[in-house]
T-cell receptor, first 111, second 110 residues
Framework: DTAVSQTPKYLVTQMGNDKSIKCEQN?????MYWYKQDSKKFLKIMFS???????INETVPNRFSPKSPDKAHLNLHINSLELGDSAVYFC??????????FGSGTRLTVV | DAKTTQPPSMDCAEGRAANLPCNHS???????VYWYRQIHSQGPQYIIH???NNETNEMASLIITEDRKSSTLILPHATLRDTAVYYC???????????FGGGTRLMVKP
């Protein structure tokens, strides 16, 4: 079983559309995250979500919103997509003293 | 979280030890040193972490200097599959939001 799974793996969409990326973890971790990796390969934290506490990176536009139906899921909704949103988005989870476990990423292309 | 500094790239011969340095001179007493790697097009992978003592697991060894201002990740017998970008991060614990820098691009050559 994949520990952190994201869907879809690839997403191509037009500017102005609204899309969602789903993330599920089966590790029993308490905290989940979303990261964005742009074309320059820098990984930037977007959100951290722990037991209904949301921590937002202040640089993230409010068009991005995480939604957590339960502890095992943290979905990412993006409204009014822009060309600059094209990137690879990674979901991750953490619990206890160990490190993060990352998903395999969702490559979003906005055309 | 303390800022870390890593060389942008390194080469290593296959079968030899790869020693990846990291400077974290502003690290505070209760910040851990975490190492991750990202193989092309994949999600980052946790390798190892430590606070003060040296640590070893099935993937690597982590050597932290006594003053904790720097550390070295050691891959004892590098293989071609170890070619990746390696990130050194200082953070209070795994529950904090980890900030990734530029990392070191390690190229393992035959």
């Amino acid at each position: 079983d994949t520990a952190v799974s994201q869907t879809p793996k690839y997403l191509v969409t037009q500017m102005g559309n609204d899309k969602s990326i789903k993330c599920e973890q089966n590790l029993g971790h308490d905290t989940m995250y979303w990261y964005k990796q742009d074309s320059k390969k820098f990984l930037k934290i977007m959100f951290s979500y722990n037991n209904k506490e949301l921590i937002i990176n202040e640089t993230v536009p409010n068009r991005f919103s995480p939604k957590s139906p339960d502890k095992a899921h943290l979905n990412l909704h993006i409204n009014s997509l822009e060309l600059g949103d094209s990137a690879v988005y990674f979901c991750a989870s953490s619990g206890g003293a160990g490190g993060y476990t990352f998903g395999s990423g969702t490559r979003l292309t906005v055309v | 979280d303390a800022k870390t500094t890593q060389p942008p790239s390194m080469d290593c011969a296959e079968g030899r030890a790869a020693n990846l340095p990291c400077n974290h001179s502003t690290i505070s007493g209760n910040e851990y040193v975490y190492w991750y790697r990202q193989i092309h097009s994949q999600g980052p992978q946790y390798i190892i972490h430590g606070l003060k003592n040296n640590e070893t697991n099935e993937m690597a060894s982590l050597i932290i200097t006594e003053d904790r201002k720097s550390s070295t990740l050691i891959l004892p017998h590098a293989t071609l599959r170890d070619t990746a970008v390696y990130y050194c991060i200082a953070a209070f614990n795994a529950g904090n939001m980890l900030t990734f820098g530029g990392g070191t691009r390690l190229m393992v050559k035959p």
